[in-house]
C-alpha cells in the first residue's frame, strides 16, 4: 500500500523496512536450522493469496460400540489478483438419542447445513455478477440451522444432535453453535481462546458460581445439554464473526477430544505438527490413551500467516 | 351453501416433500379430511405438522369452524414411529377428559396413511407471541396481571386433576391464545412429551422458558409456574428468553428495563422464577391470590407514562457554559487545553477548555454544523459557504480554504497528507495540505455528510443517496453497498468489519474487504446516529428513541436506555460511562456496563451533536447556543 501512496502522493521516500541493507545479509554460513530457514524464507511475505489447510480426525472411542459424530470440511481458494476471497466451511455435530436417531440426527444437520450453505454462500460468490445477498451471513446461518432443525425432527424424531460450524469467507470467520461442541483459537505464541460457550448445565452451573470448572468436569449432570437441535422449537444459535488470526489455527472438536484431553496437551500436538491432519490424529490418540469414554471428533484449520 | 357432493369421500393427500427447503407439502385450501373437514387456511406450523382451520362439514347450515392440528410421522424407525403415534394419542385422551374455559375442547381424532390429526375447538384470536411481535413495545402491567390469573386458574386446574396432575411443561407465549373476549385459552397439549432421555439427558419444554429441573428431566408444578413467570418477564420486557441464556432472568431485572412495572408484580416474578423450585409459589393458586391482592391494590387505574421520569435523575450543575450567537449543532473538539466549536452563527469559536473563556472566533458566511479537525497547529472544518476552511489552532489565523459546490456538514479527517471531507455537492474530496489543492474526488449520487473512517489503506463513507462507499486512497472506488435509505452515519472499522447506521432502520456490520453482509440489527426507526466502539460492544442511538448497546461480534443486544427522545449524536464513551444528548435537549450520562442511567441534565434546546472529554471534563453543545462543560 505504501508504495501507492507515495505514487499517487508523492510522499518524501522511506526506507521500507523489507529492504536489506548490502553487505549485511547472509553472513551466516553454517546450513540453516527449518526454524531459521522458515524465518528467512517466509517472514516478511505475505503468502498471496491467504489460505488455510484443513485436517481432520474421528474415531469412535475405546467405550462406545459405534460413531454418532459427523464431521464435514471443505475450503476453496478464488483469486484474481483483485479480490482473493478463500472459502471455507466445517461443521461437527454430535449426535445423541436412542436407536439409531443419533447416528442420523448428526448426518442429517451435518449434511443439511453443508448443502444449503453452500448453495446459499458458495455458489453466489462463483457468480458472474452476483447481486449482493439480501441475507446478512449471520442470518443465513441462523435460518440453515433452522432448516437444519426441521430436517432432523422429521428424520431422526427423538434423536437430537450438537452442530457447532465455522464459515470462512475472507478475513473473517463465522461461527455458530447449539450445544456443546466447541471452537477454538490456538496462537502460535500458546494462547487458546474459546470462542463457544456450551449450552449445557454445568456450564450454567459455573456461570452462576454454583459449581467450579474442575467440579464440571466429574459432575454427574455434565452431559445434559440446555440446547441441542432435535427439540420442536425454533433453535437460536449463538452466531459470532471474528477476525481470523493472521497465523494459528482453528479447531472444531466434540467432547469427546476436549472433555478428555487437556488444553496443554493439544497445544503440544498441534504446534508439533506442520501438517494439521497429522495433529488430529495425534490428538485422536491422545484421547484415546486416556480412555476414549466417547466418540471423537475435530477438524483443525491451520492459517498460513 | 351446498355441500361439495361430487367428492369421493377424503380427497388423496400428496406426500411430496420439498427437499431443498425441507418443508413439508401442506394441505391446499378446499382439501376434505375424513369427510368431513374441510380445510380452509394454515393458521401455524409446528416441528411435526401444520395446524389448519377447518369447516365442519356436518354442520350445512351453519359455519362452524375448527382447528385441525396435523403430525406427520416420517420416523425411519417403526418403533418409534409407533411412539410419535402413541404420543399424539396421549394428547388427544388428556384433552377428553379436560372442561376449562381456557381449554380448547376436542371433537374428533383420526389417522390417515402416516399423518394424524387431531379436531379441536377453533379459537379466534391471537397466540401472544404473535401479539409481542406486533409492537415493539412491552405489554403493559395491568393486561398481564389480568391474563397472568387466568392462566393461573387454568394451571390450577390442570395441577389439581384426578387421578393424575397434570403438568402442562410447555407454558410459553405461543402456547397462550388470546381470543376474542379477551380471554386466555391455552394451545398445545403434550408436544414436549415424546422426547426420550438420551445419553445427554433430556430435552424437553422450550429452552428459554424452562426451569433447570426440567432440563434433567423433572417436572413439577414449580414447572409450570417458572415458565408462567418466564412469559410474564418477557411480556413486560419484550425482551426474548430465548435470545438469552438461561435462568438468566436475575441478570435482567424487570424494572431495569421497563421502569413503568410495579416493584410488587416484580417481586411476584422473581418468586416464580427462582432457580430452586422449592423457593417459588408453592403451588398456581398461591401465586394466583398474590397476583389477585395486587390487582385489587392496583385496581384498574391507568399508569400514566410520566410519572416515572424522575426515577434516578440527579441535580446536575455544569461547570460552566458559554454562549454564542445561535444554536450549536456539531460536536467540539478539545486540543492542547483549547475547545473549539462551530455555531449556526456562522463562527468557530476558541474557548479555554478548563475555564470556558473566549480566546478568539473566526467568521465563515455559513453555519458550521461539523466537528473541527485538530492536527498539525491547524484547525480544519468546513462551513455551509461550501468552504473547507483552514485556520491556526492557536491564534484562528486564515492559513487556506478550499471550496466545494455545496454546504459543508461532513466532519474532515487526515491521512497520508490529505484531508478528506464530504460535501453536498456529492463529492468526497482528497485535498493535498501542501499544495491546498485537491487530488482526487469520489462522485457519488447524493450528499456526503458523513465523516469518512481512514484505515491504513481504505477510506470508508456513507451518502444521502442510499449507499455506502469504500475506496482506496487512489479514490477508485473497491465497492459499493446499497442500502435503502440515506446512511448519515459515519462508520468506524475494527478488527476487519466496518460498522454504520442507516436512516432505514438497519445498523450494519459488513466485511470491510468485500463489503459483505455480516450482520444487520434491526432498530424500530432510522438512525443517523454514528457508532461509538466500546471494548466488545457497539454503542448507537437511534430515532426509535432507543440507545443501543450490541455485541460487536454477534449484533447480540447487551442493553438498550430509552431516551426521551431521538438520539441522532454519536454517543461518546468515556471511562466507564456513555454520553449523549437527544432531539427534546436532555444530556444523559449512562452506566457502560449495566446500561442503567447516572444522570441527566436538561438544556434549553435540542442536542444533536457529540460530547467531548479532556481531564474528566465532559463538553457538549447545545441548540439552546450554549456549550456546557461537566464533571464525567
Not at chain 1, 272 to 292: F, T, V
Not at chain 2, 167 to 183: A, E, G, L
Not at chain 2, 329 to 342: E, F, H
Request: hydrophobic fraction near 40%; include cysteine.
Amino acid at each position: 500500500m505504501n508504495n501507492i501512496l507515495k505514487n499517487i502522493f508523492k510522499l518524501k521516500k522511506e526506507k521500507s523496512s523489507e529492504q536489506f541493507e548490502p553487505g549485511v545479509t547472509m553472513v551466516q554460513t553454517t546450513p540453516l536450522s527449518e526454524d531459521q530457514l522458515k524465518a528467512v524464507s517466509f517472514a516478511n511475505v505475505a503468502l498471496r493469496p491467504p489460505q488455510f489447510l484443513i485436517g481432520c480426525g474421528q474415531s469412535v472411542g475405546l467405550q462406545r460400540d459405534h460413531n454418532e459424530d459427523t464431521i464435514f470440511s471443505m475450503s476453496s481458494i478464488l483469486a484474481d489478483g483483485r479480490n482473493d476471497v478463500p472459502f471455507g466451511l466445517c461443521v461437527v455435530a454430535d449426535g445423541m438419542g436412542g436407536h439409531l436417531n443419533g447416528e442420523i440426527a448428526s448426518a442429517v444437520a451435518a449434511r443439511t447445513v453443508a448443502r444449503i450453505l453452500i448453495n446459499k454462500i458458495y455458489t453466489h460468490l462463483l457468480e458472474n455478477n452476483p447481486d449482493p445477498m439480501e441475507e446478512s451471513l449471520q442470518e443465513t446461518i441462523e435460518h440453515a440451522v433452522n432448516e437444519v432443525q426441521k430436517n432432523v425432527v422429521r428424520y431422526a424424531p427423538g434423536g437430537g444432535t450438537t452442530l457447532t460450524i465455522a464459515l470462512i469467507l475472507g478475513e473473517q470467520v463465522t461461527i455458530a453453535h447449539v450445544g456443546d461442541s466447541r471452537a477454538y483459537f490456538i496462537y502460535p505464541d500458546g494462547r487458546i481462546q474459546r470462542l463457544t460457550k456450551d449450552h449445557s448445565l454445568v456450564q450454567r452451573m459455573i456461570d452462576l458460581e454454583e459449581i467450579t470448572e474442575a467440579e464440571a468436569k466429574n459432575h454427574p449432570h455434565r452431559n445434559v445439554l440446555l440446547k441441542a437441535i432435535g427439540q420442536a422449537e425454533p433453535v437460536y444459535p449463538d452466531v459470532q464473526t471474528h477476525q481470523i488470526p493472521k497465523s494459528g489455527h482453528l479447531m472444531l472438536c466434540s467432547d469427546g477430544l476436549w472433555g478428555v484431553v487437556a488444553e496443554a496437551d493439544l497445544y503440544r500436538s498441534i504446534s508439533s505438527q506442520s501438517d494439521p491432519a497429522l495433529a488430529c490424529k495425534e490428538m485422536i490418540n491422545l484421547a484415546n490413551k486416556n480412555g476414549g469414554p466417547d466418540n471423537i471428533s475435530v477438524i483443525l484449520v491451520k492459517f498460513q500467516g | 351453501m351446498e355441500l361439495p357432493q361430487d367428492q369421493p369421500g377424503t380427497r388423496k393427500i400428496t406426500e411430496t416433500l420439498d427437499n431443498d427447503t425441507g418443508t413439508f407439502l401442506q394441505l391446499h385450501s378446499g382439501v376434505v379430511l375424513a369427510e368431513r373437514y374441510q380445510i380452509q387456511d394454515v393458521i401455524g406450523v409446528g416441528g411435526m405438522g401444520s395446524v389448519y382451520r377447518a369447516r365442519d362439514l356436518h354442520f350445512p347450515n351453519v359455519i362452524k369452524l375448527v382447528a385441525v392440528k396435523e403430525m406427520i410421522n416420517q420416523a425411519p424407525d417403526p418403533v418409534v414411529r409407533k411412539t410419535i403415534v402413541k404420543n399424539f394419542e396421549r394428547e388427544a385422551n388428556i384433552l377428553v377428559t379436560l372442561n376449562h374455559p381456557s381449554i380448547p375442547k376436542i371433537y374428533d381424532f383420526f389417522s390417515h396413511e402416516n399423518r394424524s390429526y387431531l379436531v379441536l375447538e377453533y379459537i379466534n384470536g391471537k397466540d401472544l407471541e404473535a401479539i409481542l411481535k406486533s409492537s415493539l413495545e412491552p405489554i403493559n402491567e395491568d393486561q398481564v396481571i389480568i391474563w397472568s390469573i387466568q392462566i393461573c386458574d387454568v394451571l390450577e386446574y390442570l395441577h389439581t386433576h384426578k387421578p393424575e396432575p397434570i403438568i402442562f411443561r410447555d407454558v410459553k407465549p405461543s402456547n397462550i391464545m388470546i381470543n376474542q373476549s379477551n380471554h386466555v385459552v391455552l394451545v398445545d397439549f403434550g408436544i414436549a412429551k415424546m422426547f426420550k432421555t438420551g445419553q445427554k439427558g433430556t430435552m424437553i419444554g422450550t429452552e428459554g422458558y424452562s426451569p433447570p429441573e426440567q432440563y434433567r428431566g423433572d417436572a413439577t408444578l414449580q414447572t409450570d409456574i417458572y415458565a408462567l413467570g418466564a412469559t410474564m418477564h418477557h411480556l413486560l420486557t419484550h425482551r426474548d428468553p430465548r435470545l438469552e441464556t438461561p435462568f438468566s432472568f436475575g441478570e435482567r431485572q424487570i424494572r431495569q428495563i421497563n421502569p413503568l412495572v410495579s416493584k410488587e408484580l416484580e417481586t411476584i416474578i422473581n418468586t416464580a422464577l427462582e432457580y430452586n423450585p422449592a423457593d417459588r409459589f408453592a403451588n398456581a393458586s398461591e401465586m394466583k391470590a398474590a397476583l389477585v391482592a395486587l390487582a385489587r391494590r392496583t385496581g384498574a387505574l391507568p399508569r400514566s407514562g410520566s410519572n416515572n421520569l424522575s426515577l434516578s435523575e440527579q441535580d446536575v450543575k455544569p461547570l460552566w457554559w458559554f454562549e454564542c450567537e445561535d444554536e450549536i449543532r456539531g460536536t467540539p473538539t478539545v486540543d492542547n487545553g483549547l475547545l473549539y466549536v462551530g455555531s449556526y452563527d456562522n463562527n468557530l469559536y476558541a474557548l479555554d477548555a478548563t475555564k470556558g473563556q473566549f480566546l478568539w472566533k473566526f467568521a465563515t458566511k455559513g453555519g458550521i454544523v461539523a466537528k473541527p479537525l485538530v492536527a498539525e497547529n491547524s484547525v480544519f472544518f468546513g462551513s455551509a459557504d461550501n468552504k473547507l476552511y483552514v485556520v491556526q489552532a492557536r491564534t484562528g489565523k486564515f492559513l487556506w480554504e478550499f471550496l466545494t459546490n455545496g454546504a459543508i456538514h461532513c466532519s474532515p479527517k487526515i491521512a497520508e497528507g490529505h484531508i478528506f471531507i464530504g460535501s453536498d455537492d456529492g463529492n468526497l474530496y482528497a485535498v493535498n495540505i501542501s499544495t491546498f489543492q485537491k487530488s482526487w474526488e469520489i462522485h457519488t449520487g447524493g450528499p456526503v455528510r458523513s465523516s469518512p473512517f481512514l484505515t491504513k489503506d481504505m477510506i470508508y463513507f456513507g451518502c444521502e443517496a442510499n449507499e455506502f462507499i469504500c475506496s482506496d486512497y487512489r479514490g477508485s472506488i473497491k465497492w459499493r453497498y446499497l442500502t435503502k435509505r440515506p446512511v448519515t452515519s459515519s462508520p468506524i472499522v475494527a478488527d476487519g468489519i466496518v460498522y454504520f447506521a442507516s436512516q432505514d432502520a438497519n445498523f450494519y456490520a459488513l466485511d470491510a474487504k468485500s463489503g459483505w453482509v455480516i450482520w444487520r440489527f434491526r432498530m424500530a426507526k432510522g438512525s443517523v446516529s454514528s457508532p461509538a466502539l466500546g471494548e466488545n460492544s457497539l454503542i448507537f442511538g437511534s430515532a426509535d428513541n432507543f440507545l443501543y448497546c450490541v455485541d460487536k461480534s454477534s449484533s447480540r443486544e447487551q442493553w438498550r436506555y430509552k431516551c426521551d427522545h431521538q438520539v441522532s449524536g454519536s454517543p461518546f464513551i468515556y471511562k466507564d460511562a456513555i454520553y449523549c444528548g437527544t432531539a427534546s435537549g436532555s444530556f444523559y450520562s449512562i452506566d457502560y456496563a449495566s446500561g442503567r442511567l447516572r444522570w441527566k441534565f436538561i438544556s434549553g434546546g435540542a442536542i444533536t451533536g457529540s460530547a467531548t472529554a479532556f481531564n474528566d471534563v465532559i463538553y457538549v453543545g447545545s441548540t439552546d447556543h450554549k456549550v456546557y462543560a461537566f464533571m464525567a
